[in-house]
């Protein structure tokens, strides 16, 4: 069943768990999140960077998302994911986006600011969820990079006022993970989500969270963490597999033989994942 961003978030901030945000960019995707959720009763959230609403365009990938999401008989938010463009964010809304994302991340606080509520305000207008982010999150993920340089972890006396003067429903902090693949370990500052957390009502969002060790993510869910962001994991899962398929069937013409093999090695990566978030059977 399609739900808000915020219904599933409030139910995992109340219960102490996460819920796996997966990127999406053609139909072999959604359906290993959607099975890999209805086989482990988890609640999911299905999400669209603008690089994957570019690929598929969004009439293909909303109307997907949404069949997915409506035929599921778990609680499933359709979300974009690190939105910069308010065209495109209004564009989301308007093709059923149940939560959208906007990262101003990028802009002096103020400015952060100015843009997350503007686009809070009409989001709110719909009853759709609003992510936004403070702090600037290292690495590159589609139209988004940030230098190791530059990257900023969030503050959390600037997370408190930012809450008070946007009123979003959840919040993307930077605490050590970056975007991509990992050259080095990621250090998490698992203190930082705890005074975040202390000053911060609503769910708190890890992005970058692909390679980030098992037993990091556990604890940083048990700080305050409630919606893990992961896309490069899966990328893996699903193209080394298609590869491995094609370089042992060099013959093969029919892409479903090489897809769905993918698809599969995709599933068991988002089961894995469900089950270190906690989300498992909390659908029901
Ligand atoms: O917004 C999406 C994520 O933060 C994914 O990051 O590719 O490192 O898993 P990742
Ligand atoms: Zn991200």
Redesign the pocket.
Same mark, same amino acid.
Do not use: F, K, P, W
């Given at each position: 069943m399609l739900v808000t961003g915020n219904e599933i978030l409030l139910d995992a901030q109340k219960r102490g768990y996460a819920v796996g945000?997966f990127?999406v960019n053609n139909m072999e995707i959604i359906q290993a999140i959607i099975e890999a959720a209805e086989e482990t009763r988890s609640p999911v959230i299905i999400?669209a960077?603008q690089g994957g609403i570019e690929y598929a365009g969004i009439d293909y990938l909303s109307g997907l998302a949404k069949v997915a999401a409506e035929k599921a008989t778990v609680p499933v938010a359709i979300h974009l994911?690190?939105g910069t463009d308010f065209g495109q964010i209004v564009s989301c809304i308007r093709h059923g986006f149940s939560s959208v994302?906007i990262d101003a991340s990028k802009l002096p606080l103020e400015e952060n600011i100015a843009e997350t509520k503007k686009i809070t305000e009409i989001a709110h207008a719909v009853g759709v969820s609003v992510e936004a982010e403070l702090g600037k999150?290292g690495?590159t993920?589609d139209h !988004?990079s940030v230098d190791e340089a530059d990257a900023t972890y969030t503050d959390p006396e600037e997370a408190k006022y930012f809450m008070e003067k946007t009123g979003v429903d959840s919040l993307?902090i930077a605490v050590g993970?970056?975007?991509?693949?990992?050259q080095g370990e990621p250090n998490i500052d698992f203190d930082r989500i705890t005074e975040i957390a202390k000053l911060v009502d609503v769910p708190l969002v890890?992005?970058?969270?692909?390679?980030v060790a098992y037993e990091d993510l556990k604890e940083a869910i048990s700080r305050g963490i409630c919606k893990i962001? !992961?896309?490069?994991?899966?990328?893996a899962s699903f193209t080394n597999t298609a590869i491995e398929y094609a370089k042992n069937n060099p013959d093969n013409i029919d892409p479903r033989k090489m897809l769905g093999p993918a698809r599969e090695a995709m599933k068991a990566t988002i089961k894995e994942k469900m089950e270190v978030f906690g989300s498992v059977g909390k659908a029901d």
């Open positions: 945000a990127n999400q960077s994911d690190h994302m999150i690495g993920e !988004i993307a993970t970056a975007h991509g693949v990992y890890l992005h970058g969270s692909s390679g962001n !992961i896309d490069t994991d899966l990328r």
